[in-house]
């Protein structure tokens, strides 16, 4: 048995054959599976590894090469895709052989972060991964956004077919990237398929010559629902005038739906707006993301009030270690090994025993320190959970990306 990456080319008769019969409608018919090579340049910078038997793909783990904002820093994060074993060859290892290998290599090419979406949050866990919120959808009538038809809106809305508005869209998310806590984004090469299939709508709002919201959309017929993906705004006024736009469907639409960072309050968009906002999961398809650190390098330098703890991290063949966190000057400084740091705060600080995802949801927000022994990531005493908590304040992921 041997584990190898793959050539791009190799996919269809590898990999692709595993993912196919896991993830599609299976056998997929003949003139489908003929088809897939065409999906090849989406895929051309991912990595993959395959434990193969002879001829035999056993199993296979894929990353596509992504950047994420972790607490206003964007750092190179692994998005972990394509996670199959063959039926008769599940529940031997290979798996676990395959993403530890994987990860390892990426941590090594410099990768500070990792996200994916699991079928099951508790297999990633083993894999050091923290659960992070799961997006709202909120659906409501155009009916009740009649106060927006009258206002008097500065600025201005472009409406195109997502072939001529993918660079609007794509430069948008560019500046969400910089600016939002736990926003991804694809590699270009993968992402352009949006632009290629265009099998959607784009609605962009614009103040000042610059874009202040967008949306992608679809309709499924008169009468029926505008499906809307993310609503990405950076002001009130974006949203205001995307909503505007959405109140000019009334007489065409029933219902409107759109995706919403976790924590927007659609409630408060509008008076008399009545909304259903929910997040429904469900095992192993409707999942909120997961996400971790690859190295704690990624922390260093980030914006933060004063603290200081030693953490002991445990249990991970990555970032397992003992790190000095010292945020005195407003910038977290990370020093790997037992020393107590600078001679002017040689003072031992409160320590605390965490795993990889224990640390990984402080960095990401989103649990407190005195949550992270009840969960079994970690023995945290009173002392180094205050430092802790100044250090990593509570903050909600946004990931956008779904790969
Ligand atoms: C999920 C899947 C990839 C697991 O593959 P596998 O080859 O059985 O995994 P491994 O044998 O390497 O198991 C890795 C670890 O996860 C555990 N595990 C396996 N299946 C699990 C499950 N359903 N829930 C929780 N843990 C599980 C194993 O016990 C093992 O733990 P250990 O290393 O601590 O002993 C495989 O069942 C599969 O292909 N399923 C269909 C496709 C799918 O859902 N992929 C995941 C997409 S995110």
Same mark, same amino acid.
């Given at each position: 048995?041997?584990?190898?990456? *793959?050539?791009?080319?190799?996919?269809?008769? &590898?990999?692709?054959?595993?993912?196919?019969?896991?993830?599609?409608?299976?056998?997929?018919?003949?003139?489908?599976?003929?088809?897939?090579?065409?999906?090849?340049?989406?895929?051309?910078?991912?990595? &993959?590894?395959?434990?193969?038997?002879?001829?035999?793909?056993?199993?296979?783990?894929?990353?596509?090469?992504? #950047?994420?904002?972790?607490?206003?820093?964007?750092?190179?994060?692994?998005?972990?895709?394509?996670?199959?074993? @063959?039926?008769?060859?599940?529940?031997?290892?290979?798996?676990?052989?395959?993403?530890? +290998?994987?990860?390892?290599?990426?941590?090594?090419?410099?990768?500070?972060?990792?996200?994916?979406?699991?079928?099951?949050?508790?297999?990633? $866990?083993?894999?050091?991964?923290?659960?992070?919120?799961?997006?709202? %959808?909120? !659906?409501?009538?155009?009916?009740?956004?009649?106060?927006?038809?009258?206002? =008097? *809106?500065?600025?201005?809305?472009?409406? +195109?077919?997502?072939?001529?508005?993918?660079?609007?869209?794509?430069?948008? /998310?560019?500046?969400?990237?910089?600016?939002? @806590?736990?926003?991804?984004?694809?590699?270009?090469?993968?992402?352009? +398929?949006?632009?290629?299939?265009?099998?959607?709508?784009?609605?962009?709002?614009?103040?000042? $010559?610059?874009?202040?919201?967008?949306?992608?959309?679809?309709?499924?017929?008169?009468?029926? /629902?505008? @499906?809307?993906?993310?609503?990405?705004?950076?002001?009130?006024?974006?949203?205001?005038?995307?909503?505007?736009?959405?109140?000019?469907?009334?007489? +065409?639409?029933? #219902?409107?739906? &759109?995706?919403?960072?976790?924590?927007?309050?659609?409630?408060?968009?509008?008076?008399?707006?009545? &909304?259903? %906002?929910?997040?429904?999961?469900?095992?192993?398809?409707?999942?909120?993301?997961?996400?971790?650190?690859?190295?704690?390098?990624?922390? @260093?330098?980030?914006?933060?009030?004063?603290?200081?703890?030693?953490?002991?991290?445990? =249990?991970?063949?990555?970032?397992?270690?003992?790190?000095?966190?010292?945020?005195?000057?407003?910038?977290?400084?990370? %020093?790997?090994?037992?020393?107590?740091?600078?001679?002017? /705060? !040689?003072?031992?600080?409160? /320590?605390? %025993?965490?795993?990889?995802?224990?640390?990984?949801?402080?960095?990401?927000?989103?649990?407190?320190?005195?949550?992270?022994?009840?969960?079994?990531?970690?023995?945290?005493?009173?002392?180094?959970?205050?430092?802790?908590?100044?250090?990593?304040?509570?903050?909600?992921?946004?990931?956008?990306? =779904?790969?």
């Amino acid at each position: 048995m041997k584990i190898r990456r *793959l050539a791009n080319e190799e996919r269809p008769s &590898t990999s692709w054959r595993l993912q196919e019969y896991a993830f599609e409608r299976s056998p997929m018919p003949p003139e489908q599976a003929a088809k897939l090579r065409e999906y090849l340049p989406y895929h051309e910078g991912n990595v &993959t590894l395959v434990v193969q038997d002879g001829a035999e793909t056993l199993a296979a783990v894929s990353m596509i090469p992504m #950047r994420q904002n972790v607490r206003g820093t964007v750092h190179t994060m692994a998005g972990v895709s394509g996670v199959v074993s @063959h039926p008769l060859a599940r529940r031997q290892g290979h798996i676990r052989t395959l993403l530890t +290998q994987l990860l390892g290599e990426l941590r090594d090419e410099g990768y500070a972060v990792s996200a994916l979406y699991p079928f099951r949050p508790s297999f990633y $866990g083993r894999f050091g991964y923290a659960a992070l919120p799961h997006p709202r %959808t909120v !659906s409501f009538s155009p009916a009740d956004l009649g106060g927006w038809l009258r206002a =008097d *809106l500065p600025g201005e809305l472009r409406w +195109q077919r997502i072939r001529d508005g993918y660079d609007t869209h794509r430069g948008f /998310t560019e500046r969400l990237l910089a600016s939002r @806590h736990g926003f991804s984004l694809l590699p270009d090469y993968r992402d352009v +398929q949006r632009r290629e299939d265009d099998k959607r709508w784009i609605v962009s709002a614009r103040h000042d $010559g610059e874009v202040v919201g967008a949306v992608t959309y679809t309709i499924d017929g008169h009468g029926g /629902t505008l @499906h809307a993906d993310d609503l990405l705004t950076v002001s009130p006024l974006g949203r205001a005038l995307l909503l505007q736009f959405f109140a000019r469907h009334v007489d +065409q639409v029933a #219902r409107i739906s &759109t995706v919403v960072a976790p924590d927007e309050t659609p409630e408060l968009w509008s008076t008399d707006l009545a &909304t259903h %906002t929910e997040s429904r999961l469900s095992f192993p398809s409707s999942v909120a993301p997961m996400a971790r650190l690859l190295s704690l390098d990624a922390l @260093h330098g980030l914006s933060t009030a004063p603290g200081r703890v030693r953490v002991d991290i445990v =249990d991970d063949p990555f970032v397992a270690g003992s790190y000095l966190l010292d945020g005195a000057d407003g910038r977290l400084e990370v %020093t790997r090994g037992s020393g107590s740091g600078s001679a002017a /705060t !040689s003072a031992s600080p409160p /320590t605390a %025993t965490l795993t990889a995802a224990g640390i990984s949801a402080l960095a990401y927000g989103v649990l407190d320190p005195d949550e992270l022994p009840l969960r079994g990531f970690g023995t945290v005493p009173r002392e180094a959970a205050a430092e802790l908590r100044a250090l990593f304040p509570r903050a909600v992921p946004y990931l956008f990306s =779904d790969f």
